[in-house]
Structure formats: C-alpha cells, structure tokens
C-alpha cells in the first residue's frame, strides 16, 4: 500500500477549503482513495486554516499524522506544522515570505511575483499551489482545470482562461526549476468512478435517494452543510427545503410534514437539538415518523463549534420527557452514512418513531471517496418501506392507535375523504381523543413500548466485526466515526498483534442476546470514544452490565489518532 | 354539503358561559358554510382551554405542543398545501410561549388561519396572567399587578407582514363567524384574534367589559392602508376594541413561491425524485 498525505494552509477566508477539496476530486478521479480533513477556527477571517489529504492505492479512514506535503501559503502554516513533518517531505513556500529551517525538501515558488505579474488576487495563491503541487507530484493539469471550468462557467470563457494561467506557472515553475524532485506519485490508476462526498453530503445524498421530500433546519456547524447542500439541489431533488426561525420551529414543521404524508427530517448540532427535545417526546407519543440528524461538536453550551466530539450519545439517546421508543443509528463512514440515512427513513415510517442519526465534524465535514456502483446500486436496489402507512381505511371510526401486538398501528395519510383523527400530545384512547384512564395509559404505553421488541426481531443489526474475532488478541470496541482510524490501525498492527474491531452502528436500544457474547469473551477489549466519559461504555454498562478496563478517551476537540492506539496496544 | 354535525366531536368541557363556547360555535358555522368537511381540513391545537378544542372539533388535527401549533400548521400546509390549514390557539399559547413562531409566519405569509383565544389569562394553568394581559393585571402569577405592557397582537401581525388582520369578540358568533369565514377565504396568512371572557378568571375582561368597550368598523374604515389599521389595533391601549377587518391586501402565499411545488399536485402527491444524473456529478 502507498499512502501520502498532503496539506496546505493558510490565512481562513483565502480559498484553502476550495483548493482542498479540488485536490481530493483530483486524485480521486485519478483513481486513488482519499480522506481529508480540514482544521479550521471559529471565524470567517484572520485564523489559520489547514486543508489535510490522505491519498492512498487502498482505503484510508484517518490521517497517519504526518505530512510528506506540505504546502505554506503563510509562514504560521510551517511553524504549526512544522513537528508533524516525515522524513523525506517537501515543503513548497515562497522566500519572498519567509524561509522554513527544515530538514525537508525545500521547493520554493514565487506565489508573490507571479500573483504581481498576472495582476491576481490572494486567493489565487491557491491555484498556483495547486499547479505546483500536482507538477511535484508527477501529474498534469487536465482535472484541475475542469474543474476551474466547472467552478467559473457561468462567468464565462474569459474568467477560466484568467485563472488557468495561475495554475499554469505554478505548474511550469516546478517543471523548470525542480524537475528532479518530481515524484511519481500521482499516476493514473485504473479504477472504477468514484464519488468524493462529506458525511454531511452523503446524510443529504441517502435523504434524496429514500425520498424525503421535507427538510427543516436552522443553521448550526457542524450540521450546516446539510441544509446548504439539499437547498442547492431543491430545483433539481424538488424537495422542500425550510430554514426556519428557530429549531423548535424547525422540528415542529417538519413533525407537521411528516403527519402530512411526506418524508421529513431535520438537521443540527446539539445546542440545536437540545431546543427540540420537546417535541422529540411528542413524536414519540403521537407516533409521527421523523429523521433526525445530529452533527456533534465539542460541547457543552457553545463549546468548540468548529471541532469535533462524541459528547451527546446520552443526551440523544435518553432525549425527550417521558418514556417512548427511539432509534439511534451512528454511521463510521460514507457508505454507511449513505446507506443508514436511507435505513432510517424506513425505520421511521415503519415503527412511527423519531430516528436519529448520529455524524460529528470529523464525519461530517471530512471528505473521502466511494464507489459511484454502491451508490447508483443503492438507488437502483432501495425499496421505500412505508411500514404500516396506508392511503385508504375502511375501518369507522378509524382508529389511529389501534392496539397490536407489534405495537404498530395503521397510519392514514390525511386527506382522505370520510375520515379524520389527531395526533394527540395526550394521552389518547384508540380513536385519538384525549384521556386519563388509567387502562388505557398502560394499554398505549405498552403498545408503544412494543416496537422496540419487533425492532429487535426484524430490524436491529449487530455490530459488524472487522479482522478475525476468533483469533484476536486485542478487540476494540467502538461506534460511529471512529471506525476509519481503527481500520487504519488495524492494517498498520496486522503483522505484530491479531486484533479484531466491534464497530456499533445500530447504537441504541442494544439488543442484548446479540450483543453480549460478543462482549463477554476472554478477550484484551479497549473501547475507544471521542469523549472524555466513554458514554457508549455507560451504556453498554447501564443496559448489559458490560464494563471496560482498557479505555481510549479523547476530548481535546480533536478526533482519535492512529498513534494513540498503537501506543496503547503496545503498553502490554 | 357538510353540516355542523359533522364537525361536531365530544361534548366540551369549558366551563358553562366561557367565550370558547362561541368560538367552537362560529368555527363550525363558518366551515359548514364554506362548504368543507373535517376530511379536507387541517386544524392545529395549540394547549390551553383553547387548544382543547381537539376534541370537540373533528379534522385531520395535530395537538401539539405549547407554543408550537404554528410550525407545525406550516409543515402540513406545505406538504399538502390542497387542505384548509387552521391554527386554534391561546394568547399565551401564540403570543408567549410561540411568539417567535407568530412573527415569523406573518413574515412568511403562509397560507394558514391562526384563531387566537385571547382571553388575556392562561385559563388552563388556572389564571396567570397572559401576554395579553392589561398592565397592572392582578393574577395568582402576579399578585401585585404585571408590570409589563400587554401585548398588542393586531399591531404585531400588521408591522411583521400579515396579509388579513381581524378582530372579533366571543360574544357575536355572528360577526365573529364571518371574521373566520373570511380569513379562512383570504389567501395568506390571516389572523383572527378573539376577544373571549374567561369567566372562571377574568373577572375584569368581562362580556359586560367588552359590551362596554368594543366597536364595529363600518365601510368608511380602509382596509389597504396599513397605518390607520396600526391606529386602530393601538386602541387596545384605550380600552377602545375594534371589530373587524383591519387590515387585508393580496400577496402571495409563501407556499406558491416555492419553486419545486406545483399548483396542481401536492409535495405528498408527486412522483418520487429519480434523475440522478443531475446530482452525481456534483460529486465529481
Ligand atoms: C412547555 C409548556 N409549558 C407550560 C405548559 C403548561 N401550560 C399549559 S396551557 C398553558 C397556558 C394556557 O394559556 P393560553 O395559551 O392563553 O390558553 P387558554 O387556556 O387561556 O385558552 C400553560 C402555561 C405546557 N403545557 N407546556
Ligand atoms: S378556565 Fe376560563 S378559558 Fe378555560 S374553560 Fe373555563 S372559562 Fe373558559
Ligand atoms: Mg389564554
């Protein structure tokens, strides 16, 4: 396997996140996989942003933590990055600038003078970079300049010739001046056509393709890319896309969607969901089916907006006043965060349920690339399942929350002539109507609370093992967006320790049979979290009575690293 | 045709005389001669005296949370914009607790009725004082009189982009009938604000108060111009009550300026989405 990372830095607010994801396009269209990352503060101008690449014949999930590519558009790009430096790396900087005391490679390009004489803007640093880089990486221009097609079309013939030619004498300098530092790292692999998605994109990709037709939300990193993306696409996908006032707005219309006959789900980070909690408690009760996606960052209250956590398991999981069923589903990566979006919107119709999708920013706004075949399969194999939704009834009166053993009843789309009902926040009888019996309170807490149980009999996966559970000697435990950096590691210990990862998706309810002979062998289990109280852990403790000795916990803001694993794998 | 009966649920349980009584009365009437059924209307319920109501009126109806029937009123008109969408809510219920959710409807211009019970207590928590409440109010919350200003909802709806404003009062189910008849009628949003004695309650803002204090707008009364309808709705400061259409212009809707919805076929209703060809490049 070959892998190199590549990163560039810069001023916030001069293009880097563009030029970025340009270069993660590019070397996915040549074939190779990729997973980027992107370090940015809390504001729009004046912080530091640096834009990761992960580049690799064969997959990658994580950064290995050092750079053999570094690109400085300013000096405090090297002095940040300086220590993660390999042994062999390229910086490429502009004297004009400042000049890196470094081992490394130096490949100066004079970004100053050629912005000077092609009379460019500051943001077009960034493309003579780009040119540069793809030079030293022994690639051409074709892509990139597409791509500049693409990004500039509307603005015409005139505006892609002007900003070509930036990344021409960046490439043509490097072939000039340091032809012998070229590498070849970049050739063409013949691969199928891949997609180059965030989590954020592929939660709105899987929303598409299982035809939510309602999207409501209030603007809140990590989660705002959601609403961006399905707003941009709402001629095309045609669905309806709200930004509401506020996120109890926000949940309460899309509810009132959703009650209508439409596909609905809303989007957010935990402050935002912590405003929508009442009404999660209503879907419950009321039984209207809802998708939920929740990007966490660093909390508590406005915390660390723009970095990464997994601190609001407990809080979603046990979100809502008064006892009713919920799922809880937490994709590792962009197939499953494609394929769980597209899960949970059948898991909602059918047990008639708010659904919950769990991403963080690590998972949300990272990039990496999957086959374009899983997806168009996807669309081609997806069946909606509506469950129990039924567009006639010719039951008088028609009763909402008939009694059942599955716990589901039949639930009429409204509109249809010679009927009515409500979706009552009381307590209802069968028919609706409010009321205080005592009876019938156990009679719909009971049918309520029985979905779980068919949840459990036709739906509830059990986590997927990675490496060969039998053998191992060390299992990791794990959920969510972790599961890159574990497969990572996995590959990197395979020829010193067995090792075998429980990767959890279908986070909670846990169905108990299934998951504990997987947790209760005499195995080394390390449980690895984004958090600094390994909530998963108490979960697993609370409802399995399962409790971990060796925990790896991280809550510096920053997501678990492949190095910290190692080191802990090899304590022993 | 439609009758009374139809939309005639469970006997109410307000107490006897209470103003809600006329409004569940002209609610009905009002549909009955708009010539709806409970199968073609979508009535959101608020929680309060008022919202109760749920189960008296029959309808495709969601009874919701405190504060929250507007979003959720929004939310079904936009997936099946072809249904009546009313609002039934309580003045602490729409100006309190959902007043963010108000102004911003008004803004939006949604097509959707909102009745509120402004009886200027919140009757179902058994008589604190609402938004809408006079200032130096005397109530169990406020036992040495609200030191806030009341609300004034019809200025409130005129400056943020209502499109129908009225005013009715719980004792003229006629008059007050046809305020809701027309607002349902108008395209837009339309708020009917109902002045209603809570006579468990409110024993200032009685029937006999408002017999006393309350007018009708006669055809001089322009119902275009946006400033003299602020001159009117101000009045509640006077204790001088207006009754009527204050204000109505035609704008439209929020949901006919939704691109990707059609006149024709409701979001519920339409073919699935299926041309991926022109969102996977996206990706590329
Ligand atoms: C979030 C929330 N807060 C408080 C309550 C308690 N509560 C129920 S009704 C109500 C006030 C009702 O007043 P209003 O909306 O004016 O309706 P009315 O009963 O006067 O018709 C309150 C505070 C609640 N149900 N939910
Ligand atoms: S408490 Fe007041 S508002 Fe409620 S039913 Fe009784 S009279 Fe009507
Ligand atoms: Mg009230």
Request: glycine share 8%.
């Amino acid at each position: 396997m070959k892998t190199f990372v590549w990163k560039i830095g810069g001023e916030a607010g001069f293009g880097i996140m563009t030029t970025g994801l340009a270069f993660s396009k590019i070397v996915s269209r040549l074939g190779y996989q990729m997973f980027d990352y992107i370090e940015y503060p809390s504001l729009i101008r004046g912080g530091h942003n640096a834009y990761e690449v992960v580049v690799s014949d064969d997959r990658v999930g994580s950064s290995p933590g050092s750079i053999d590519f570094l690109v400085c558009l300013n000096k405090q790009t090297f002095e940040l990055h300086k220590d993660q430096l390999s042994d062999n790396a390229f910086i490429i900087y502009d004297k004009d600038e400042f000049i890196p005391e470094t081992k490394s490679t130096l490949i100066h390009v004079p970004f100053k003078k050629i912005l000077f004489s092609l009379k460019g803007q500051q943001i077009m640093k960034n493309t003579i970079a780009l040119g540069a880089s793809l030079a030293l990486l022994g690639t051409d221009l074709k892509i990139f300049n597409e791509l500049i097609s693409q990004q500039f079309r509307r603005k015409g013939e005139d505006v892609i010739k002007f900003n070509e030619q930036f990344a021409e004498k960046g490439y043509a300098y490097i072939i000039e001046h340091y032809k012998e530092n070229i590498q070849q790292v970049l050739l063409p692999l013949n691969s199928e056509s891949q997609l180059v998605m965030t989590g954020n994109e592929a939660f709105s990709l899987g929303a598409v393709i299982a035809d939510c037709r309602m999207y409501v939300a209030y603007p809140m990193t990590p989660s705002s890319s959601v609403l961006t993306t399905l707003a941009a696409w709402q001629k095309t996908s045609r669905m309806v896309v709200r930004h509401a006032e506020d996120e109890i707005s926000v949940i309460n219309t899309a509810l009132g969607g959703s009650f209508a006959g439409v596909r609905s789900a809303v989007g957010t980070s935990g402050g935002g969901f912590a405003l929508m909690v009442e009404s999660v408690s209503y879907a419950g009760i009321a039984e209207i089916p809802l998708v939920i996606f929740i990007s966490q960052r660093p909390g508590p209250a406005t915390g660390m907006p723009t970095w990464t956590e997994q601190g609001d398991l407990l809080f979603t999981v046990f979100a809502g006043h008064g006892e009713f069923p919920k799922i809880v589903l937490a994709p590792g990566d962009m197939e499953e965060m494609v394929g769980l979006t597209t899960e949970a919107f059948n898991l909602a119709d059918i047990y008639q349920i708010p659904v919950i999708i769990m991403s963080d920013m690590y998972l949300s706004e990272s990039h990496s690339n999957i086959k374009e075949s899983f997806v168009t399969d996807l669309i081609k194999n997806y069946q909606v399942n509506r469950g129990k939704t039924i567009t006639q009834t010719n039951t008088t009166p028609y009763l909402r929350y008939s009694d059942s053993s599955d716990g589901i009843s039949p639930r009429l789309i409204p509109g249809v002539a010679g009927s009515f009902y409500q979706a009552n926040s009381y307590e209802h009888f069968e028919d609706g109507h409010t009321t205080e019996s005592a009876e019938e309170r156990i009679k719909q807490v009971d049918k309520r609370a029985r979905k779980i149980r068919t949840y459990f009999n036709n739906d509830f996966k059990t986590p997927m093992i990675y490496g060969n559970f039998n053998e191992a000697e060390v299992v990791f435990v794990s959920w969510g967006s972790n599961k890159g950096v574990i497969l990572d590691v996995q590959k990197k210990l395979r020829s010193r320790v067995k090792t075998a990862y429980i990767h959890f998706t279908h986070v909670y309810p846990l169905k108990k049979e299934a998951v504990i002979p997987l947790l209760n062998q005499d195995k080394r289990y390390v449980l690895i979290e984004n958090n600094a109280e390994g909530q998963f852990g108490k979960l697993l403790q609370m409802g399995l009575g399962i409790s971990f000795s060796e925990t790896i916990l991280r809550y510096d803001g920053r997501a678990v690293s492949q190095q910290e694993i190692i080191n802990k794998v090899n304590l022993k | 045709m439609s009758t009374v009966q139809d939309f005639t649920g469970y006997q109410p349980t307000w107490c006897p005389g209470c103003g809600d009584w006329g409004i569940g009365i002209a609610i009905k009437s009002a549909l009955v001669q708009l010539g709806l059924s409970p199968s073609s209307l979508f009535v959101a319920f608020g929680i309060g005296c008022s919202g109760n109501m749920n189960d008296f009126l029959n309808a495709y109806a969601m009874h919701g949370l405190h504060g929250r029937s507007i979003p959720n009123a929004i939310g079904m008109k936009l997936a099946n914009h072809k249904m009546t969408v009313l609002a039934v809510v309580g003045d602490g219920d729409c100006y309190g607790e959902g007043g963010n959710h108000f102004l911003h409807a008004c803004r939006g211009n949604h097509d959707i009725t909102v009745i509120v019970h402004d009886n200027r207590v919140y009757g179902l928590t058994t008589g604190q004082s609402a938004p809408t409440a006079q200032k130096g109010y005397k109530s169990k919350s406020t036992p040495l009189g609200i030191i806030e200003e009341s609300v004034d909802p019809l200025s409130l709806a005129l400056t943020q982009g209502a499109t129908f404003v009225a005013q009715a009062f719980a004792g003229d189910t006629i008059h007050l009938g046809q305020m809701i008849k027309q607002a349902i009628e108008h395209k837009g949003f339309s708020l009917v604000n109902i002045l209603q004695p809570c006579l468990t309650f409110n024993k200032i803002n009685t029937y006999q108060y408002y017999m006393k204090h309350v007018y009708k707008l006669d055809d001089t009364h322009d119902k275009t111009n946006m400033l003299t309808a602020v001159n009117k709705a101000r009045g509640v400061y006077e204790e001088k009550y207006a009754l009527g259409v204050l204000y109505q212009v035609e704008k439209t809707a929020f949901h006919e300026q939704i691109v990707q919805l059609d006149s024709t076929t409701s979001l519920k209703d339409r073919d699935k989405f299926t041309d991926y060809n022109q969102l996977l490049p996206y990706f590329k």
